[in-house]
């Protein structure tokens, strides 16, 4: 076959191929949105949210998502519906070539379990207050306290911001975190901590030098509190700089 004719038939191929996608492309914007399908991903957190939430949440905000061409869909929006589930933290919104909506949303992950009152939340990273699930549980910090204010979702009071600051603080730090089972806000806002380690109270008081602070809580616990007696202190303060100062048991 001469060389010609094989460019053609090249060219010719190209012709028909860019034919079909444009006419694809033209019947697809033209048809109307006919499912939903979503994919979850979630960061060092079992799933909390299932995806039919999400749906119902679309949906419930857009009604006629269903009725609509897919070239007159609002991308934006029904990533914004999807975001208002209290479990996501992000979402975007695109179509298939079948026409269905598809939604790549990202789960918050909780880093505490808030006790506020008589309620009961997870928060994340971001300071983010959002429900606790009835689909999974998380193995992680507990905070709670002597709250003097209502809690508020837009803005965190000192209180919690303190408390806060102090579990991001666990987050990022294993070994740390190994140590402290519970935060609790006293009425004055200084922070105690329940340790993991002994039957004894740790009284960190403000979120300050937290470094250091933990440095000695970690010292005495390796070094310190094996030649003692786990059971020989009730509580231990951190609140003075360099040092680890010590209550005994009255038993």
């Known amino acids: 076959m001469k060389r ?10 190209a012709v028909v191929l860019t034919t079909l996608t ?18 979850i991903r979630c960061v060092r957190t079992p799933q909390l949210v299932g995806e039919q939430t999400i749906v119902d949440s679309i949906l419930s905000h857009l009604p006629h998502l269903f009725a609509t061409r897919v070239s007159d869909v609002d991308r934006n929006q029904v990533a914004a519906a999807a975001m208002s589930v209290p479990f996501i933290e992000e979402a975007s919104a695109s179509v298939s070539v079948s026409g269905k909506m598809v939604i790549k949303a990202k ?11 008589t309620h009961e939340y997870y928060i994340d990273n971001t300071g983010a207050i959002f429900p606790t699930s009835t689909m999974s ?73 937290l470094e250091e602070k933990f440095s000695n809580l970690w010292t005495f616990y390796r070094k310190g509190m094996p030649r003692a007696g786990w059971n020989t202190y009730s509580k231990l303060s951190l609140k003075y700089n360099g040092q680890v100062v010590c209550t005994k048991n009255k038993q």
């Open 4 to 13: 010609g004719v094989k460019i053609g038939i090249i060219i010719a191929g």
């Open 22 to 39: 444009i006419a694809t492309n033209v019947a697809r914007s033209r048809s109307q949105v006919h499912g939903i399908d979503v994919s």
């Open 107 to 117: 789960q918050r992950r909780p880093i505490a379990r808030l006790f506020y009152g």
């Open 137 to 209: 549980d998380c193995d992680i910090l507990v905070l709670g306290g002597n709250f003097t204010e209502r809690l508020r979702t837009d803005s965190l009071n000192s209180q919690l911001s303190d408390l806060l600051t102090v579990a991001k603080f666990l987050d990022g730090n294993n070994n740390y975190a190994m140590l402290v089972d519970q935060l609790y806000s006293e009425k004055d806002g200084d922070i105690m901590m329940v340790s993991k380690l002994g039957e004894n109270i740790i009284e960190l008081g403000s979120p300050d030098n």
